[in-house]
């Protein structure tokens, strides 16, 4: 239900006014008879929208508008206008009202347009703090995941069960050995890993279930290192695997105080993160259902993993037939007739359906579909983004993921290492899975840190810098490159808020002129979230391109 503040100098009107628009059953309206009790009622209550007269003794609704610009931000403020009274809704439009109408005619008429008007800019506002909340999630989610990587210390390796051939190994390892890694590849585990010899493995000769023991690994130049090593059967795309996770024990209190941290960053991560989501491999068969999702249609992933046969599709059809994942796996004209609108961009589809039907509710649903690739560049499967664009901010609203732990504590690592293991397994799964997502994110995503010394600059900038600002930099220069092409005129307050929001830190959010290297001035806006870690401020957020925007807007 939405609330909303009415104000007219006229009773009558304000009554009639409040009778119908609370008989649809969706407003709940409260009304004054002047600008200056709509101030002291708006300091005192939040309301979704303003509705006001232009024409009222005092303070008219031009002034009213422009106070609670002042005040109260973007709240939608709808202004009545007498008949012919142009250049009154000049002035408020560009004072920044959302709509405009005008008095006088068939009262049913004129107050079924003003239900019409609220819900069309309630809404349109809902979803754009949604979206913006949506896209610096995501920002936070891949530079807190990048980190974690950075961080994990164990060295890792894939040994083939039956032959014993070392199959692959993570860079710890190799960093463990003092090689080359293609020395170690497609060679017998036991000669350079917990030497032992041939036939008598712990784990596949032996028959334990788990090795959790002290090894040591022979290095390239003769000297053993010691570990602690845990090790876990696997099957991999049918293969038996033996996973191999081993850590310098010389260096364990580091190891475990790294993956403290990289866990606290990851679950900054996973609580983040946007849309309903699943991916499926080519063969159709459902390999993610993130929380959203779940959340969305009340299925849980547990039950829905590894489905095929478009049971995904039954939550949102009521029948198993193919989606925007399918289509863009295998082409069919026939599927494309289904979609109000389907665009493709490369490998990506975006699409609308609107003959869904959601937990018993018919729903319209925006569709964007990108395909996945393995590290050949081959098609492996598709993920779809689902978004109800019907209930726009409830929707936005519950789109967060709580996804499982993907890093476990390396405390007391004798005990723990099969948490490590698996989470370390579920971190890579993410990450590719994020990687994908994060392509779908229309704006340069950053990285801003502070320091208690001064020091200030970008310690993350995202590749769509070249496509938006015109040039590549690394992330050590980016921002006094930035910095000199804002326009000048916009440039002290861009600095201004800057050290505002460091001094006193806040959510920051600017608007201003860029000139790129050719010479052609865009208009951006960006905006962040501070974070403290450890003594530095990190303001995580995303710069867009709003030139259209502006250009579209009056005045």
Not at 129 to 158: D, H, N, P, T
Not at 486 to 506: C, I, Q, R, S, W
Not at 511 to 520: A, L, N
Request: hydrophobic share 40%.
């Amino acid at each position: 239900m939405f609330s909303l503040l009415y104000v007219d100098d006229e009773p009558n009107l304000l009554e009639i006014g409040q009778i119908f628009l609370e008989s649809t059953g969706e407003f709940n309206v409260r009304t004054v008879l002047s600008g200056e009790e709509a101030l002291a009622e708006l300091a005192k209550n939040p309301y979704d929208a303003i509705i006001a007269d232009y024409q009222m003794p005092g303070m008219d609704g031009i002034e009213l508008l422009k106070n609670v610009r002042r005040s109260f931000g973007d709240i939608p403020f709808i202004l009545f206008t007498g008949r012919g009274r142009e250049e009154v809704v000049i002035e408020a439009i560009n004072n920044g009202a959302d709509f405009y109408l005008q008095k006088g005619g068939d009262p049913d008429v004129q107050f079924a347009e003003l239900a019409h008007q609220v819900r069309q800019v309630v809404s349109r506002r809902r979803a754009e703090q949604a979206l913006r909340e949506s896209e610096q999630s995501l920002k936070a989610s891949e530079e807190y995941l990048k980190r974690i990587f950075g961080a994990v210390q164990a060295g890792i390796a894939i040994i083939d069960a039956t032959t014993h051939e070392i199959l692959d190994l993570n860079p710890s390892a190799v960093r463990m050995y003092r090689g080359k890694k293609e020395d170690l590849i497609g060679k017998p585990c036991h000669q350079f890993i917990c030497p032992a010899e041939q036939g008598k493995c712990p784990v596949s000769d032996m028959g334990q279930a788990v090795d959790n023991s002290e090894r040591v690994v022979l290095t390239a130049d003769g000297s053993s290192v010691s570990i602690i090593k845990y090790v876990v059967p696997i099957d991999l795309q049918g293969r038996a695997c033996l996973l191999e996770t081993f850590i310098d024990n010389t260096r364990q209190k580091q190891a475990e105080q790294a993956l403290h941290e990289s866990e606290k960053r990851l679950a900054e991560i996973i609580d983040f993160l946007p849309d309903a989501t699943f991916a499926i491999d080519t063969s159709g068969h459902v390999i993610a259902w993130n929380h959203a999702i779940e959340e969305m249609t009340g299925i849980s992933a547990a039950d829905m993993i590894g489905k095929g046969n478009y049971d995904y599709a039954v939550p949102f059809y009521g029948v198993r037939r193919p989606m925007l994942a399918d289509h863009l796996l295998r082409p069919d004209d026939e599927a494309e007739k289904m979609y109000i609108s389907i665009k493709k961009s490369g490998n990506t589809l975006t699409a609308e359906f609107d003959n869904a039907v959601l937990n018993g509710h018919r729903v319209d649903l925006w569709c964007k579909a990108r395909a996945l690739c393995n590290e050949t560049g081959e098609v492996a499967g598709a993920i779809q983004s689902i978004r109800d664009i019907t209930e726009q901010k409830q929707t936005e609203d519950e789109l967060r993921v709580a996804n499982e732990q993907l890093v476990a504590a390396e405390e007391e690592l004798r005990g723990q290492y099969e948490e490590l293991v698996k989470s370390e397994q579920e971190v890579r799964k993410r990450q590719q899975q994020l990687e994908e997502i994060a392509a779908n994110v229309p704006g340069v995503i950053y990285q801003f840190f502070a320091r208690p010394d001064g020091s200030m600059g970008l310690s993350y900038v995202s590749a769509r810098s070249g496509e938006i600002f015109g040039v590549d930099k690394t992330v050590i220069d980016f921002f006094p490159w930035f910095v000199s092409h804002v326009h000048p005129d916009d440039l002290p307050g861009f600095m201004e808020t800057v050290a505002h929001v460091v001094k006193d830190p806040e959510k920051w959010n600017f608007e201003g002129r860029f000139v790129k290297p050719t010479g052609e001035t865009i208009w951006f806006q960006a905006m962040s979230s501070p974070v403290v870690h450890g003594n530095e401020l990190i303001f995580s957020g995303v710069i867009f391109d709003i030139t259209l925007r502006k250009r579209a807007s009056p005045g």
